[in-house]
């Protein structure tokens, strides 16, 4: 079954509104979650690390105003898109690593944030 | 920096064919590297994961093999189905659990 749950999965905002984005961990704990971002036909690009208790660590170029993550229990994190704009559409994912599988890695579903 | 390269982008074979997906990489001190699924809007699927240590792991009709000296990791698929059809995306885990995606081969399996 499902490692991860990341909601919603689709999501059309205006421009100028705001889009969160919930991630979760089913089962277990993870003090540690990190979300991605993937363009079109680009590699997947680490935008941050969600710590549990504390401040996010950001990715080189990537808005911390802009990009609010939140790690407020050791099961959910949540990123929220703050006065999206159209090249914020893009497809977000989350994902964090299993204690006790090796540092296997997994993601959520993934959301696709379209900005009109 | 680590830089993973995944060539080439996109790849058609028939039905039945065998088939090998190649990623190479820049930096060899790496944790572990990790091949993925990923089906045009979903989510990644974990396929594989060879830790540092380890040449190759096995699942099914996939196989996947390390070769940290040269830099390569392939992904093979005996018996290519159609519903072998997705984008499969090789990453490597560096320091703190953080991964490096290559840009994915984009797989079509014809009937």
């Known amino acids: 079954g499902a490692v991860v749950s990341q909601h919603p999965s689709w999501v059309i905002c205006k421009s100028g509104t705001s889009v969160k984005i919930e991630c979760r961990s089913l089962d277990f704990q993870a003090t540690t979650m990190f979300w991605y971002r993937q363009f079109p036909k680009q590699s997947l690009m680490l935008m941050a690390t969600s710590n549990e208790g504390s401040k996010a660590t950001y990715e080189q170029g990537v808005e911390k105003d802009k990009f609010l993550i939140n790690h407020a229990s050791l099961t959910l994190s949540t990123l929220t898109v703050t006065s999206a704009h159209p090249e914020d559409s893009s497809f977000y994912i989350c994902?964090?690593?299993?204690?006790?599988?090796?540092?296997?890695?997994?993601f959520g579903e993934g959301s696709w944030l379209t900005v009109v | 920096k680590q830089e993973v390269t995944q060539i080439p982008a996109a790849l058609s074979v028939p039905e039945g064919e065998n088939l090998v997906l190649n990623c190479s990489f820049t930096d060899s001190a790496i944790y572990n590297l990790q091949w993925f699924r990923q089906d045009p809007g979903k989510g990644l699927t974990s396929l594989l994961l060879?830790?540092?240590?380890?040449r190759e792991q096995t699942s099914g009709r996939l196989n996947a093999s390390l070769d940290k000296s040269s830099g390569r990791s392939t992904l093979y698929i005996a018996a290519s189905q159609p519903g072998d059809s997705a984008t499969y995306l090789c990453a490597l885990t560096g320091a703190n659990s953080k991964l490096t995606f290559g840009k994915g081969i984009t797989l079509s399996v014809r009937p």
């Open positions: 994902s964090v690593s299993l204690p006790g599988s090796g540092n296997t890695i997994y």
């Open positions: 060879i830790q540092s240590s380890q």
